[in-house]
């Protein structure tokens, strides 16, 4: 796929110049990126995951350039600021800095209000390689659609190479709305296809995403590649429950069962079912309520606004306010403790381009029941890690629950089999998968004026 060089022509001269000058040459395998822009325009990989706009995108953009910097590659992430009080700059990892773009107001802004300020972001980006030689970044990777359409416009300017992951796709999520749920609008799938169509090459987390991609956008099969997301197995790792129980102020007993949701509280991840399959779990067995806890941990995100109190009204409506537990969004080490606490964690979303919590869980040994839909069903290994659910009905999660908190050899079973499953993935796996991409979207004719 060619880009259209635009003003692009000086740059590009000056850019292989330099490589030239640095000792490099323009084979494939000797096209190595030294610096990358990394476009994360609506939300910042500062914030705390769970909160707002926040999730696995923002892990996704922190593990990914920390892996890239310890691969000698320097990443610059371009956000925008959302306080007046944000420094220009800010020190990620050693080698990745953190750019806050001013452009729009200094608040938290909806997704459907930022096409507006494309232009003025898109200058951001522009003015910190104007204060350097033309060619300081040798390749710009967006990631979702709002900073596709900046990097489209970054790209042709520079007459460099476009990466773009998608993270999530409108026309895969307008296909399995929740119920009451706001479609994705029309916008933004005009401008996914015009981001798929001018993006050198597209990085796609699953074969699923990369099918979705070329069947639903029309992007050219040779230029998609597909590289699994990681998990940081330093800290998602296996600990002693009682003791996470214990830091986390929960009950320690061996009997007590713990089912956990992570994420955002909004309808596409469905956090309701995991209540009704805990009403259903009750009925079935009363004595069950003295040995249970069911935690919510995350905040209220998207069309979840609207209703910030849903399931606290959900849960006292079912008549299980005394077992459920509202938390807000954990740090990574607090996380893992409630992974390890856990009997069992439910991912009953709706979509899901991939699912990392699903892998952090698993990191820690912890088995999951899932949603047998998108990504998820690479992430979690179904019978083996976990069990993965096809069915919207509360009653099918519960069954399966059940099944893991009344068989302890099953439980161990699948415990050592998350265990497994995740290991294979790791983020410095991702990273070189990535790189490999650069590397091919860096190739001369890729990206020949």
């Not at 009451?180 to 990085?203: F, H, W």
């Not at 992570?262 to 004595?287: F, S």
């Not at 999660?397 to 993935?425: K, M, N, Q, T």
Request: proline letters at 8%; one cysteine or more; charged letters at 20%.
């Amino acid at each position: 796929m060619q880009l259209v060089a635009g003003e692009g022509g000086p740059y590009r001269a000056r850019r292989e110049s330099d490589r030239r000058h640095a000792g490099h040459t323009t084979s494939p395998a000797a096209c190595r990126p030294r610096r990358v822009a990394m476009l994360s325009m609506h939300t910042s990989p500062l914030e705390q995951p769970g909160i707002g706009d926040a999730g696995g995108l923002n892990v996704y953009v922190v593990e990914l350039s920390r892996q890239l910097a310890e691969l000698g590659i320097e990443v610059e992430v371009f956000t925008r600021a959302t306080r007046s009080t944000l420094p220009p700059t800010a020190e990620l990892h050693p080698g990745v800095t953190v750019r806050h773009v001013a452009a729009g107001p200094f608040e938290e802004m909806g997704r459907t209000e930022l096409p507006a300020w494309f232009c003025a972001f898109t200058a951001g980006v522009l003015r910190v390689e104007a204060a350097h030689e033309p060619g300081w970044f040798d390749l710009i990777h967006s990631h979702y659609w709002l900073s596709g359409q900046v990097g489209r416009n970054v790209a042709r300017r520079w007459g460099a190479p476009l990466v773009h992951t998608a993270h999530t796709l409108a026309k895969v999520k307008n296909r399995s709305l929740a119920a009451g749920d706001r479609p994705e609008p029309p916008e933004r799938v005009r401008g996914e296809q015009e981001v798929a169509a001018a993006a050198t090459r597209l990085v796609a987390s699953t074969s699923e995403e990369a099918r979705h991609l070329v069947e639903l956008y029309g992007a050219d099969p040779a230029a998609v590649d597909v590289v699994a997301p990681g998990v940081d197995l330093s800290v998602f790792r296996p600990g002693e429950a009682a003791q996470a129980r214990r830091r986390l102020g929960l009950p320690t007993s061996p009997d007590h069962h713990l089912l956990l949701f992570v994420g955002r509280i909004q309808p596409l991840k469905a956090p309701e079912m995991l209540l009704y399959a805990a009403a259903e779990l009750l009925l079935r067995d009363p004595g069950l309520r003295e040995r249970l806890t069911v935690a919510v941990v995350g905040g209220p995100s998207g069309s979840g606004l609207d209703r910030p109190d849903a399931l606290v009204k959900l849960a006292a409506d079912l008549g299980i306010s005394d077992v459920v537990l509202f938390r807000p969004p954990a740090p990574q080490p607090e996380l893992a403790d409630w992974y390890r606490a856990a009997t069992a964690l439910v991912v009953p979303s709706h979509s899901e381009s991939f699912g990392l919590v699903a892998l952090e869980a698993q990191a820690c040994g912890t088995p999951v029941v899932a949603a047998a839909v998108g990504g998820l069903r690479t992430a979690v290994a179904d019978g083996t890690s976990g069990i993965l659910i096809a069915s919207r009905d509360p009653a099918a999660y519960a069954e399966a629950l059940s099944r893991i908190l009344s068989s302890p050899g099953y439980r161990r079973r699948l415990s050592a089999g998350a265990l497994a499953h995740a290991a294979s993935f790791g983020w410095s796996a991702t990273a070189r998968g990535v790189l490999a991409t650069y590397l091919q979207a860096l190739r001369p004719a890729a990206v020949a004026v």
